[in-house]
């Protein structure tokens, strides 16, 4: 089954305990992005990644940091959490050929609270 | 900058009903756009994607047009069911920076029986 996994779905952490919010893609695609969501404000794009080894900076980039060793993973790394970064996250993936996002599918989520 | 804007914010309608919803967006340099359905708790759907040089996508009940020029786009639901009680997003992904995605904050849906 063509899926977006995350891992965990639920989280409690405190202020400066750096995390991971693994993802994970079996549909083989090229394009990877984080999302987080927050009400009133709407779902807001973290970072993306087009390829292996190549990222960039979405809209609200600051306190988190990204990688994209292999194709199919895009971790989320947050170094030192803190309180304003508790939000519901989302990653999504595309298939990205030449470079262009088409149908986004996305993960069931992360629910992140940071005390 | 990039912003889309989703009106309206909330819309209940009793079941049967056709009814669409808007979005707008400030920058027409767009790849794509697609209109996303979101249950409460649960990851978004895709539901349909225009690209730039479209008009229009249909998928049953779900048509969607875009109009690049003017900053556009409407999703069209025919005969709503209960089922079809969700929020609904649009997003945009630019031309120049095609991984950028911008969202807008969507509109909730209430079909009632």
């Known amino acids: 089954e063509a899926q977006v996994t995350q891992n965990p779905r639920y989280l409690i952490t405190v202020t400066g305990k750096k995390l991971t919010v693994t993802c994970s893609q079996n549909m083989n695609h090229e394009y990877m992005s984080w999302y987080r969501q927050d009400p009133g404000l709407g779902l807001r794009q973290i970072y993306y990644s087009m390829n292996v080894e190549v990222t960039d900076k979405g809209d609200v980039p600051e306190g988190y940091k990204v990688s994209r060793k292999e194709k199919r993973n895009f971790p989320l790394i947050l170094e030192s959490p803190s309180p304003n970064q508790t939000s519901l996250y989302f990653c999504?993936?595309?298939?990205?050929?030449?470079?262009?996002?088409?149908?986004?599918?996305f993960g069931a989520g992360t629910r992140l609270s940071v005390l | 900058k990039q912003e889309v804007t989703q009106i309206p914010a909330a819309l209940s309608v009793p079941e049967g009903e056709n009814l669409v919803l808007n979005c707008s967006f400030t920058d027409s340099a767009i790849y794509n756009l697609q209109w996303f359905r979101q249950d409460p708790g649960k990851g978004l759907t895709s539901l349909l994607l225009?690209?730039?040089?479209?008009r229009e996508q249909t998928s049953g009940r779900l048509n969607a047009s875009l109009d690049k020029s003017s900053g556009r786009s409407t999703l069209y639901i025919a005969a709503s069911q209960p089922g079809d009680s969700a929020t609904y997003l649009c997003a945009v992904s630019g031309e120049v920076r095609a991984g950028k995605s911008t969202f807008g904050d969507g509109t909730t849906l209430t079909v009632k029986p």
């Open positions: 225009i690209q730039s040089s479209q």
């Open positions: 999504a993936s595309s298939l990205g050929l030449a470079g262009v996002v088409n149908i986004q599918y």
